[in-house]
């Protein structure tokens, strides 16, 4: 075949076969190093601008020199507004000092600084952001600039703050429920329940008002602040109980705002400006009052996890009340001594070990009194049986109208009378109990024998919790011997476990 009739071969021409020296190869490969440079400088810029993350730049000084589009959708502040000044425009006052010093020391010294800020935007609202900083260096490895990738955790912060919040509730309602389950006196009680209610709604005025079932009338155990119950409410809903809708219908009456709705007729005390909720407290199908808290705010009442987490605990505190209720039941049946009327022994032990219990958690002081009349098998084997009965009856009803509401009085074996004082250190149990003694001793009984007046005197021994013993037992056993000491010293005396 004639290979002159054929195509010519395909040849690739070098740069230096079609004249060109080595120094334009040079410049021909510096000029498309520039723009493949310039394309990855394009997709970044690109890349930033497009960025869901803030973007800021500084020079080493720490003067703004770029921000990105997300930096303006977050902070509000547009480039113009922020170039040339120093970040710190961003601060809020709840990040201290020393944290932003400290970030300027770990950037400036070569270090990437990661955290969390709650910054400012240009309305004057709080926002949060997670931030990375670090230095960028030149290429003799000085630090030219800074650049702060920032994500917005506002949301994040918020679901955080409600999770935190709402398991920091819980928390206060357990403990608040266990308080509840512990007490054995409703005047404490009420106290506990106005106390959390102030803390965790700060109502500018709160009433407890409980209804008493055997008279079928109101009364007023409780205001915060303080102030003569004729100025609260009316007194012919005191007088009838179902005048007050929240008593007739057993719900809750919310007033959000006192010049605009239709307020209850009941309450006395004018509210300008303001609201007021009323909270019936029922458990057991029993009524026992309700709790009126008034806020000076309009339309306070609004928030429903509030008004939820309030009947929560208006609700833990009529299942205590109904509880002391069943208690106090018991107190006439089996608990309870048939002569006297006081606590009977078993319950004492009950009783006893219980308030050691809470006692020991609260670390409370605790003092145990146990009293005996002096001579009392004289008396019993002079006057009969019948008048050893009665001197007793009225020892205890003594005692009774004279220790607080607090105190814990039982017949501990036959005549011997044992009193818990809870809260009571020793040198105050014994200014106490003396002062029982002197008021025992300077009483007339003149009921227990017609034509004769009849003079008693008591012994009576001590023992505290925890100066002298941190179980039942023991202090029981120092008290017993503190009354023998006081037997053995000449009777009508007060001693303690010395």
Wanted: some cysteine; charged content about 30%.
């Amino acid at each position: 075949m004639n290979r002159d009739n054929e195509l010519p071969e395909k040849h690739t021409i070098l740069p230096t076969e079609a004249g060109l020296t080595k120094s334009d190869e040079e410049s021909h490969r510096k000029a498309s190093d520039d723009i493949q440079m310039e394309d990855e400088l394009r997709k970044l810029s690109h890349a930033i601008e497009q960025s869901p993350s803030a973007v800021m730049i500084t020079n080493s000084k720490g003067s703004i020199e770029y921000v990105n589009p997300k930096f303006t959708q977050v902070t509000g502040y547009t480039p113009e507004e922020v170039l040339g000044k120093n970040p710190r425009i961003l601060k809020s006052d709840t990040i201290p000092s020393e944290e932003y010093r400290q970030l300027w020391e770990t950037i400036t010294s070569g270090g990437e600084w990661r955290g969390e800020f709650c910054n400012k935007r240009k309305d004057g609202g709080c926002y949060w952001e997670y931030a990375s900083i670090s230095g960028v260096r030149n290429h003799k490895g000085d630090i030219t600039h800074f650049i702060a990738v920032k994500e917005d955790i506002t949301e994040r912060k918020r679901a955080e703050d409600e999770r935190n919040k709402h398991i920091k509730e819980l928390e206060n309602l357990m403990s608040y429920s266990t308080i509840m389950n512990d007490e054995v006196h409703e005047e404490t009680l009420l106290r506990h329940m106005s106390s959390a209610i102030q803390e965790h709604f700060n109502p500018d005025i709160m009433a407890i008002i409980m209804l008493d079932r055997e008279r079928n009338m109101l009364y007023v155990p409780l205001i915060e602040p303080s102030m003569p119950v004729s100025e609260f409410i009316k007194n012919e809903v005191i007088l009838d109980p179902l005048l007050c809708n929240v008593i007739k219908t057993r719900r809750e009456c919310i007033v959000m705002n006192t010049n605009k709705d239709l307020s209850c007729k009941c309450i006395l005390y004018k509210i300008e400006r303001g609201g007021y909720i009323c909270l019936p407290l029922i458990a057991g199908g029993i009524l026992f009052g309700m709790v009126v808290m008034i806020k000076k705010e309009i339309a306070c009442w609004n928030d429903e996890k509030i008004r939820r987490l309030m009947s929560n605990y208006v609700g833990l505190t009529a299942l205590a009340l109904h509880r002391l209720e069943l208690l106090d039941i018991a107190k006439h049946t089996n608990i309870t001594d048939e002569l006297t009327g006081v606590y009977n022994k078993r319950f004492f032990n009950e009783i006893l070990s219980k308030q050691i219990f809470l006692a020991k958690r609260r670390n409370e002081h605790l003092s145990l009194l146990i009293l005996d009349p002096d001579h009392f098998k004289n008396l019993h084997d002079t006057y009969g049986e019948g008048a050893g009965d009665r001197i007793l009856q009225q020892m205890t009803r003594i005692i009774s109208d004279f220790v607080n509401k607090s105190d814990i009085i039982a017949r501990y074996d036959h005549e011997e009378i044992a009193i818990i004082m809870p809260t009571l250190f020793i040198t105050r149990a014994l200014v106490k109990a003396d002062e029982i003694r002197r008021i025992i001793e300077y009483t007339d009984f003149d009921d227990i024998v017609p034509g004769q007046t009849i003079k008693l005197t008591v012994s009576i021994g001590i023992a505290s919790f925890p100066e002298h013993g941190t179980e039942q037992e023991t202090l029981i056993k120092l008290a017993n011997k503190a009354l023998y000491q006081a037997k053995e010293g000449g009777r009508n005396r007060v001693a303690g476990p010395y």
